[in-house]
């Protein structure tokens, strides 16, 4: 009997929490220390510097926006963006400095070899999977909102699954056809 009134008031939060959410922060805690375990989680299985820095790139830029929120009042225009921006760089740039692998690209635009558009231009694998997990961070409440707009409804968690969805979708691209 008391087992069954556990199990009954268990499920009644749990029920209660899915479909009474009031409010969702795209970049909670919870966001930045799932993008940031992926990481971590990723290079025990061998997976490519350069998928695993779009997981660093997402935890980088959810911790931005995260702390970014804590500073109450605004000192200086553009704070928000310059805090977000300083946070990606000071978490970014001393990993790929630790990790020294990178990917080439070939640019050929014409002209002779070696002039400004027919080069061979190499860039860290780390910042460049950075890159693209901050762009899918920054842009993934934006199309959560649109997908809101257009079928006017909404999912608990909806940004949330929006972003790990795509972090998945682009380190996966990105293992499967860089070298």
């Known amino acids: 009997m008391f087992g069954s009134l556990i199990k009954k008031i268990g499920l009644s939060i749990f029920l209660n929490q899915i479909l009474f959410v009031v409010r969702t922060y795209a970049h909670c805690p919870l966001c930045t220390i799932g993008a940031g375990a992926v990481a971590v989680g990723a ?39 310059l805090i977000i921006a300083l946070v990606f760089v000071l978490t970014v740039i001393p990993v790929s400095q630790i990790v020294k692998s990178y990917i080439p690209f070939y640019v050929n ?38 997908i809101k707009e257009r079928f006017s409804i909404s999912i608990p968690f909806q940004t949330m699954i929006i972003i790990f969805l795509l972090l998945i979708i682009a380190a996966l691209t990105l293992q499967l056809t860089i070298e």
């Open 43 to 81: 290079s025990y299985f061998g997976i490519k510097d350069v998928a695993i820095g779009v997981y660093i790139g997402a935890f980088a830029t959810a911790l931005g926006f995260w702390s970014a929120r804590l500073i109450k009042k605004t000192y200086i225009k553009y704070q928000k963006e």
């Open 109 to 146: 635009w014409g002209g002779d070899y070696g002039s400004i558009f027919h080069r061979t231009y190499i860039i860290n694998s780390i910042f460049f999977g950075s890159l693209i997990g901050a762009v899918i961070m920054i842009t993934s409440p934006w199309l959560s909102r649109k």
